[in-house]
């Protein structure tokens, strides 16, 4: 009996510690006696796609310096949120030994990843260890297929994007002899496939498709395959590192077909590293135009005055940051099982657009922008789809006066 009761005692004794650990872990103070919450961020911040993962990163910072600065509450007591930023390279491989340090490390939150290629498997990590993920930028509709409850999406996903793509091609771009090309990526695949699907049933035709990798430069040869079958549009799946010397090359080669693309190309970048080959490019966006948004002028100064141009994604992680930090506060707690269910609950009047959350996590109503270069700008053509979330709650986080240049 002596030895039973040593031994529950010990138990007893590292349960308590271990306990101890996990409260000093996941409610840790600042200098200032304010709640420490751990916000992680994961993308690629360097090589090719560095200058998205930069700008994904910078659009968490903002609505993180301004939480800060407003003396934010959760629970009565005031918090602190702690950006932990991680490079994952655009790699899955990386993402997954990015996802495990931030579950050593106890973040309460991640924003990310960019890629829909390291955010699905990193996802299957958080949901493990009971973290909460918004993604900003993965458009791949697996992502929130996999029923994990605390993944959410508060962009537009790849269905509802190839849909409008499809249709956009065949019926406004009069395009009935369509090529594709797709990079490999669950994004650039994903996006390729649903944007196939949606031509056929809008009455075009899929003459050609090919593959390429996330990494090439050269498209030489599967752009003179592809003249050879004289198709009205080529609709290219990926980013613009790819996405820009493609474009240089058709022009090279006298491919005067029409060229197509998502989200991915839509970017400052592309139309720098294209040149005037970037001319006539139409490409879209998930979401209706930053100018077009109540406080999309308003982020758009804010953010230029302290990090440069918006790259693509920044206003979306702005927005991650914000749904994130009212569920905090509705809940009374920054503990991801608490939170969780008011994440769901979301009814946010953000930068992008009125945010909320379908059973699975993806944003309601997301409209689709189709945009098109001409004078070296993004003009905006036409916008499909989108509908606000009914019975609007009113936003626990105060608007943010504008800041001057």
């Given at each position: 009996m002596k030895k039973l009761l040593t031994l529950a005692t010990l138990a007893a004794a590292m349960g308590l510690a271990a306990c101890s650990k996990n409260e000093s872990k996941d409610a840790a103070t600042a200098a200032d006696g304010s709640l420490i919450v751990k916000v992680g961020h994961a993308a690629p911040l360097t090589g090719p796609q560095a200058h998205l993962g930069k700008d994904n990163e910078n659009g968490v910072r903002l609505a993180i310096d301004e939480l800060n600065a407003r003396g934010f509450e959760v629970g009565g007591k005031k918090v602190t949120f702690q950006l932990m930023s991680e490079d994952d390279q655009a790699d899955p491989r990386i993402a997954t030994t990015v996802a495990k340090k931030f579950v050593d490390d106890g973040v309460h939150v991640v924003i990310g990843h960019l890629n829909s290629g390291t955010t699905?498997?990193?996802?299957?990590?958080?949901?493990?260890?009971?973290?909460?993920?918004?993604?900003?930028?993965?458009?791949?509709?697996?992502?929130?297929?996999?029923?994990?409850?605390?993944?959410?999406?508060?962009?537009?996903?790849?269905?509802?994007?190839?849909?409008?793509?499809?249709?956009?091609?065949?019926?406004?771009?009069?395009?009935?002899?369509?090529?594709?090309?797709?990079?490999?990526?669950?994004?650039?695949?994903?996006?390729?496939?649903?944007?196939?699907?949606?031509?056929?049933?809008?009455?075009?035709?899929?003459?050609?498709?090919?593959?390429?990798?996330?990494?090439?430069?050269?498209?030489?040869?599967?752009?003179?395959?592809?003249?050879?079958?004289a198709p009205d549009l080529v609709f290219f799946g990926g980013m613009d590192g790819q996405g820009a010397p493609m474009a240089r090359q058709m022009k090279t080669l006298g491919l005067t077909a029409k060229f197509l693309g998502g989200d991915g190309i839509h970017t400052a970048e592309f139309m720098k590293l294209a040149g005037p080959a970037a001319e006539g490019v139409t490409a879209s966006l998930p979401g209706v135009p930053l100018e077009s948004m109540p406080h999309g002028s308003e982020f758009k100064q804010k953010f230029e005055a302290k990090y440069g141009v918006i790259q693509l994604y920044a206003p979306y992680c702005y927005d991650a940051m914000m749904v994130i930090a009212e569920a905090m506060k509705r809940a009374g707690s920054i503990e991801p099982a608490r939170y969780q269910p008011e994440l769901a609950k979301t009814n946010h009047d953000g930068v992008t657009a009125r945010i909320g959350f379908d059973a699975k996590g993806d944003l309601t109503g997301g409209a689709i922008t189709v945009y098109r270069v001409e004078g070296g700008e993004w003009k905006v053509l036409r916008t499909l789809g989108g509908a606000p979330v009914v019975a609007p709650v009113p936003s626990t986080v105060p608007a943010a006066p504008a800041v001057a240049k």
């Open positions: 699905i498997p990193a996802s299957r990590i958080y949901n493990d260890a009971g973290i909460v993920e918004v993604s900003p930028s993965a458009t791949n509709p697996k992502y929130t297929q996999q029923g994990y409850k605390g993944a959410f999406r508060v962009m537009a996903n790849d269905v509802q994007q190839g849909l409008a793509l499809g249709e956009f091609a065949v019926k406004d771009m009069a395009a009935k002899k369509i090529a594709i090309i797709d990079d490999r990526t669950a994004y650039g695949q994903g996006l390729a496939d649903e944007f196939e699907k949606a031509v056929k049933a809008n009455g075009g035709t899929v003459i050609v498709r090919e593959f390429t990798n996330d990494k090439a430069s050269d498209f030489t040869a599967i752009l003179t395959k592809i003249k050879g079958t």
